[in-house]
């Protein structure tokens, strides 16, 4: 994972608890911050001596040229805290070069309709896709389903009715506030009777080519399971998860060595890397108690940020939110999550 050190240009205040922080990249680095709609950055730095690494997805269009992320402080929040009380223009954080698999690509060729359910600071990726479909695809359409506490909660709210005024007749909003009725908005949660009620009635009329989902685990779990109760393939419904779920027990079969240890050999950045390691460990609590520059970020299995190959032996892992079953099939792994289960093992951070 590349990262280079950035000015902040500007910070906007966009809700009491949220801010949009804006990068300047200089000429030279143009392009290794291209990136694709829906994509994340890792801001890197210290804070109490400490350091730390947190993913923010982009909000800009890969057209606008400009690299933003909108951060929401949220309770026990290190980073957004941080992010939201002490940093100011012109500070210097490192940033690592955008990632991401929650993409949306376009096709100005395509004619076709693209539906987003996002709750919370879920609408960052979101905004981007939107900013893309409606910028670099003419004949399409896009459709937000977007839910917050209130109005004045509500990140990207000016700017979301600014967009429905210029783009009329190919950009729908429905607004979810769960705190306050409103006109023209829903009242409540995304929750199944939400999602019912939009596809039976409000768009049911519409052919929905793509679903986006982007929030917490709850409502992209209860969202996924109407559409597909509607006849949507899984194919076409992408998501990306703003919490961490709860660690289920690991299945880690210590069995496979009498003493719970496993020889490991890890590849990343052309170097490779032996040491013995306890199948209590994951590969990356391993790798970094090693200080070995393994890409990871949320730590939490959310994010791809440290994606590797399994090329001998097998690890399982405790969860996985983003791995599709070939991709598990490949020997994909999210090594923060997955624990060695055979006496030795090689992993290959550069073949993926």
Excluded: W
């Amino acid at each position: 994972m590349a990262f280079h050190k950035l000015a902040i240009q500007n910070i906007n205040k966009e809700t009491e608890a949220a801010v949009t922080i804006s990068f300047e990249v200089p000429s030279n680095l143009k392009s290794n911050y291209r990136f694709k709609a829906g994509q994340y950055i890792t801001l890197k730095t210290e804070i109490n001596n400490k350091e730390v690494r947190r993913d923010y997805s982009i909000c800009a269009s890969p057209k606008s040229g400009e690299l933003i992320v909108a951060i929401k402080a949220v309770e026990d929040g290190l980073f957004s805290k941080y992010a939201n009380t002490t940093l100011k223009k012109g500070d210097i954080l490192e940033v690592a070069e955008p990632n991401g698999r929650f993409v949306f690509e376009p096709d100005p060729s395509k004619t076709r309709t693209i539906a987003a359910f996002a709750a919370g600071s879920g609408i960052t990726p979101i905004m981007s896709i939107a900013k893309t479909i409606l910028e670099e695809e003419p004949n399409s359409h896009f459709i937000l389903i977007y839910g917050n506490k209130t109005p004045k909660e509500t990140i990207f709210f000016e700017e979301l009715i600014a967009l429905h005024h210029e783009y009329t007749d190919r950009f729908s909003i429905q607004m979810v506030f769960s705190q306050t009725q409103e006109d023209d908005a829903m009242f409540g949660r995304i929750e199944k009777s939400t999602v019912n009620f939009l596809l039976k009635n409000t768009y049911k009329h519409k052919t929905i080519d793509t679903y986006y989902l982007c929030g917490p685990e709850g409502m992209i779990t209860t969202t996924k399971d109407v559409l597909k109760d509607f006849g949507v393939a899984e194919a076409n419904i992408h998501f990306e998860l703003f919490s961490v779920p709860v660690a289920a027990e690991s299945k880690t079969n210590t069995a496979a060595v009498k003493d719970g240890s496993t020889a490991i050999k890890i590849i990343v950045d052309d170097e490779e890397i032996e040491f013995v390691m306890s199948q209590k460990q994951t590969i990356l609590e391993a790798a970094l108690a090693k200080q070995i520059d393994a890409p990871y970020s949320c730590q939490g299995g959310i994010c791809s940020s440290c994606i590797a190959r399994v090329t001998e032996g097998s690890a399982t892992m405790k969860q996985n939110n983003i791995l599709t079953e070939n991709e598990l099939a490949e020997g994909l792994v999210l090594t923060c999550q997955a624990c060695p289960t055979t006496a030795t093992i090689v992993v290959d951070y550069d073949d993926v």
